[in-house]
């Protein structure tokens, strides 16, 4: 589709975000959007790290706003294309009668007039943290001989990747001020465009991209670089920049930095948020990390000394539970219901080790989860060369609702039937086990 090139206004001039211009074509967009290219644009395209701009545009700005108020579209993308930007337009709900005819007849655009406004909160944003990237590669280039290979500005965050293992927390915090202070100093940021055979001769940070003429951006004193994006025209205008991370990724360095209000913003709010944590500690927050240390100490403490209540309990418990069992003839096997799932494994561990020495020749253990209820069988002996428990598993599943599976000394499963108790499960495997194991002899078909 070939159309007149489109007037960038957002390179001359980053902060103009109110502009007069018109429609020079239109084309569908998936419902309920339409893509206009207009002969001059203060909105910029996504291009180099840095999003679109979002704002509004009015069609036939001389009609009195007051008459129809809604022959207004918003604009919530704008994409770069031949011939310059398109900009993605959405009928706003409760649109006036003007607007929807309009929007109805979309070859009826093309030729007419529009008053376009660029989202200034939004823009500002962009502005001041493509503004702190160039100042931050410049900084890390001059300075320190690190080259910035990858800017991104997102929602959450800003980031440059950059060519350097790592950096020390010192090391952050003075490439930090060294930018601050030349913030709060302020600067010139010059943009000018020249051809690329004068821009190859110029002192750029990185070779300039392939295209005639270039665009440069400087920073007065300290050093340019070719780029397409808005800019501050002063340093002072980014006011502010906080590193927030750095991240180690492909060998690489990731920076994660905030500027301007959104910098502010973050900072108030993670002071907020060590601020009621301290205060939740009876401290200040300079103190936060020491009373954090504190109180992990106590905890780790109080689950040592859990954890060895818990042992003793159970040692208890399998003591009275092995002493309850009966002289029946046949294998003795220990059958134990518990209330907490959480504490099978504790529980088997404990009994297989007090069963050491005994003729005790399982452990069976059940406990209710949400979906039925678990357990394990555990045989005593040798690994190998025993009856294989996957055939009582076997075995109980043909007549059971029961699934699970394990190892021939060692199986695990849940009996999935609503009505049925952890006891009555434990006593139920008891006598399967007992059964099973009392058919096994050396010889038998189940120990070959
Ligand atoms: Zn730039």
Redesign the pocket.
């Known amino acids: 589709m070939s159309r007149p090139v489109t007037r960038l206004l957002f390179r001359e001039d980053s902060y103009l975000l109110s502009f007069r211009g018109r429609i020079v074509d239109v084309r569908p967009a998936d419902h309920p959007y339409l893509f206009v290219a207009l002969d001059r644009t203060a909105f910029f395209p996504e291009g ?1 790290g ?1 999003p679109w701009d979002t704002g509004w545009i009015r069609i036939d700005p001389s009609i009195d706003p007051s008459d129809d108020p809604d022959v207004r579209f918003g604009v919530d993308q704008v994409l770069e294309g031949p011939g310059g930007p398109w900009h993605r337009l959405a009928l706003p709900p409760g649109s006036g009668v003007a607007a929807r005819e309009a929007w109805a007849r979309p070859e009826s655009l093309p030729g007419r007039q529009i008053l376009g406004q660029v989202d200034p909160v939004r823009r500002t944003d962009h502005v001041q943290h ?2 702190g ?2 100042l931050l590669s410049e900084v890390l280039w001059k300075t320190r001989g690190i080259a910035t290979l990858a800017f991104h500005l997102g929602d959450g965050d800003a980031a440059i990747e950059v060519s350097a293992d790592r950096l020390s927390r010192e090391e952050l915090d003075a490439l930090e001020d060294e930018v601050n202070d030349r913030i709060r100093r302020g600067g010139p940021v010059r943009t000018f465009v020249t051809d690329l055979q004068t821009a190859r001769g110029l002192p750029l940070r990185r070779p300039p991209p392939p295209e005639d003429p270039v665009r440069i ?1 400087e920073i007065v004193g300290l050093g340019m ?1 070719a ?5 501050p025209d002063d340093l002072s205008r980014i006011g502010l920049l906080r590193i927030t991370e750095a991240e180690r990724i492909r060998g690489r360095l990731r920076l994660h930095f905030l500027c301007g209000r959104r910098a502010f913003l973050a900072a108030r709010s993670d002071l907020q948020a060590a601020g009621e944590a301290a205060a939740r500690m009876s401290g200040p927050v300079a103190r936060l990390p020491a009373l954090v240390d504190g109180l992990r100490s106590q905890v780790r403490t109080r689950e040592a000394e859990a954890a060895e209540v818990l042992a003793e309990l159970a040692r208890l418990r399998i003591g009275q539970a092995l002493a309850a069992i009966g002289e029946a003839e046949g294998p003795r096997i220990l059958s134990l219901p518990l209330e907490d799932i959480r504490r099978m494994d504790l529980y088997g561990d404990t009994a297989m080790a007090m069963a050491a020495g005994t003729d005790l020749a399982a452990v069976v253990l059940a406990a209710e989860d949400r979906d039925g209820i678990r357990f394990q069988v555990r045989r005593t002996g040798p690994a190998a060369g025993g009856p294989d428990l996957r055939g009582l598993m076997k075995e109980l599943a043909a007549v059971r609702p029961i699934r699970g599976g394990g190892s021939p000394d060692r199986v695990q499963g849940i009996h999935v039937l609503e009505g049925m108790s952890a006891g009555a499960l434990a006593d139920l495997l008891r006598q399967a086990c007992a059964r099973f194991i009392g058919r096994w002899g050396p010889g038998s078909a189940s120990g070959a």
């Open positions: 180099g840095q493509h503004g990237q160039h951006v670089a780029c397409c994006g808005t800019h």
